[in-house]
Nanobody, 118 residues
Framework: QVQFAESGGGLVQSGGSLRLSCKVSSNIFSYYVPGWFRQAPGKERELVAQINTTFAKNYADFVKGRFNIARDNARNMVYLQMDNLKPEDSARYFC????????????WGPGTEVTVSS
């Protein structure tokens, strides 16, 4: 069974940076599109960024210019560099691979919590 392990979250002040990492238990990133999602309390999970098998990247409008997604297929890793963080970025962040509807395809991992103070 595919398992995701996210890390790198924490508490940061507005304008600060964090780098999230996601380790997957198989080489699934070589065959599917990995992405980062986030879910804030009381809100639905939303797609933040994705990077396809040709390394083309897409971002949600609310993070464009501030976040950067990267992948390392050899290490079964995907990363999310988050700069100029805002309080509204506070959420639990998850990685997964995307289905045809840009939703997570596999069982979700525990995620990593990001809190941005104003």
């Amino acid at each position: 069974q595919v398992q995701f392990a996210e890390s790198g979250g924490g508490l940061v002040q507005s304008g600060g940076s964090l780098r999230l990492s996601c380790k997957v238990s198989s080489n699934i990133f070589s065959y599917y599109v990995p992405g980062w999602f986030r879910q804030a309390p009381g809100k639905e999970r939303e797609l933040v960024a994705q990077i396809n098998t040709t390394f083309a990247k897409n971002y949600a409008d609310f993070v464009k210019g501030r976040f950067n997604i990267a992948r390392d297929n050899a290490r079964n890793m995907v990363y999310l560099q988050m700069d100029n963080l805002k309080p509204e970025d506070s959420a639990r962040y998850f990685c997964n691979v995307l289905d045809n509807n840009d939703r997570g395809m596999m069982p979700w991992g525990p995620g990593t919590e990001v809190t941005v103070s104003s």
